[in-house]
């Protein structure tokens, strides 16, 4: 009954209205890991993005006021990996906080001989359980200036909230009932070992090394290389690409082939 009320009060909220159809066609056009959608697709994404804007606070810092447009692209690009799978996704918080630049955090954090320092890191997003999502819209336009990268802070950031639907950032979001945990356990283990093993010698990583920070940061990162470049997944880590297609429900890979560099591939680089 409650599923069916809400369903009722989405409808309700589309019919107030929707992104503007001038200004989404000009979102889609513009985002790399947009391209080749198909329409039935699409137009499910814009209602997503509708009603994530009418469900979630946006909100500046610092004097930034997120202007339709940037609402419009951070909606879209947050509702992407949410596109097959629903908006629910997305409950139990309520609030986007949007930074001009990278911002600072600070935090006490203990080293190996169990002494607990105070820290300050810079970064271009944070996700907490229950909080906000954080997101530096200088480091997202740095991005998004480099189509098939394979990042996008955006997408890194829903990944980790999509990751806390368990009750901890560890690598492993539910998975739906035809999923099997134990390979998709074995398949993240092995592409993480990898690239352990692919650090420790100094080797190039076909992924941004940030994703050996732990299991929450490869699964974010993994993500962003999903849905921006596919084809580097595909090439590097085809069981990883499985797995994530199987919970995304989603074959960006078929829907950018024809958008992939046609000279090698750019190099990852750090956040």
């Given at each position: 009954?409650?599923?069916?009320l809400?369903r009722?009060?989405?409808?309700?909220?589309?019919?107030?209205?929707?992104?503007p159809?001038?200004?989404?066609?000009?979102v889609?056009?513009?985002?790399?890991a947009?391209?080749?959608?198909?329409?039935?697709?699409?137009?499910?994404?814009?209602?997503?993005?509708s009603?994530?804007?009418?469900?979630?606070?946006?909100?500046g810092?610092?004097?930034?006021?997120?202007?339709?447009?940037?609402?419009?692209?951070?909606?879209?690009?947050?509702c992407?990996p949410?596109?097959e799978?629903?908006?629910?996704?997305?409950?139990?918080?309520?609030?986007?906080?949007?930074?001009?630049e990278?911002?600072v955090?600070e935090?006490?954090?203990?080293?190996?001989?169990?002494?607990?320092?105070?820290v300050?890191?810079?970064?271009?997003?944070?996700?907490?359980?229950?909080?906000?999502?954080?997101?530096?819209?200088?480091?997202?336009?740095?991005?998004?200036?480099?189509?098939?990268?394979?990042?996008?802070?955006?997408?890194?950031?829903?990944a980790?909230?999509?990751?806390?639907?368990?009750?901890?950032?560890?690598?492993?979001?539910?998975?739906?009932?035809?999923?099997?945990?134990?390979?998709?356990?074995?398949?993240?283990?092995?592409?993480?070992?990898?690239?352990?093993?692919?650090?420790?010698?100094?080797?190039?990583?076909?992924i941004?090394?940030?994703?050996?920070?732990?299991?929450?940061?490869?699964?974010?990162v993994?993500?962003?290389?999903?849905?921006?470049?596919?084809?580097?997944?595909?090439?590097?880590?085809?069981?990883?690409?499985?797995?994530?297609r199987q919970?995304?429900?989603?074959?960006?890979l078929?829907?950018?082939?024809?958008?992939?560099?046609?000279?090698?591939d750019?190099?990852?680089?750090?956040?």
């Amino acid at each position: 009954m409650l599923r069916r009320l809400h369903r009722a009060w989405q409808a309700w909220q589309l019919r107030r209205g929707r992104i503007p159809a001038r200004l989404w066609r000009s979102v889609v056009a513009s985002l790399h890991a947009l391209q080749g959608l198909p329409e039935p697709q699409e137009v499910r994404l814009r209602a997503l993005a509708s009603l994530f804007l009418r469900e979630k606070t946006l909100t500046g810092v610092g004097g930034l006021v997120p202007d339709e447009r940037m609402q419009a692209e951070i909606a879209a690009l947050a509702c992407l990996p949410v596109l097959e799978l629903g908006l629910e996704w997305y409950e139990g918080w309520h609030e986007v906080v949007i930074y001009g630049e990278t911002f600072v955090v600070e935090r006490e954090e203990m080293d190996e001989a169990g002494v607990v320092h105070r820290v300050r890191r810079p970064l271009a997003g944070e996700s907490w359980g229950e909080g906000p999502v954080i997101l530096s819209w200088g480091d997202y336009l740095h991005e998004r200036r480099q189509p098939g990268s394979g990042h996008n802070v955006i997408i890194h950031e829903f990944a980790h909230k999509l990751d806390l639907r368990n009750g901890a950032a560890n690598g492993m979001p539910p998975l739906h009932a035809d999923m099997d945990r134990q390979a998709w356990t074995d398949t993240f283990t092995a592409a993480w070992d990898r690239l352990q093993r692919c650090l420790a010698y100094h080797h190039k990583p076909w992924i941004d090394p940030y994703a050996a920070t732990d299991p929450a940061e490869f699964f974010a990162v993994a993500s962003e290389v999903f849905f921006e470049a596919p084809w580097r997944m595909q090439q590097h880590e085809p069981a990883l690409y499985r797995q994530l297609r199987q919970f995304y429900r989603q074959d960006p890979l078929h829907r950018l082939r024809h958008h992939a560099p046609h000279e090698g591939d750019s190099p990852p680089g750090s956040r």
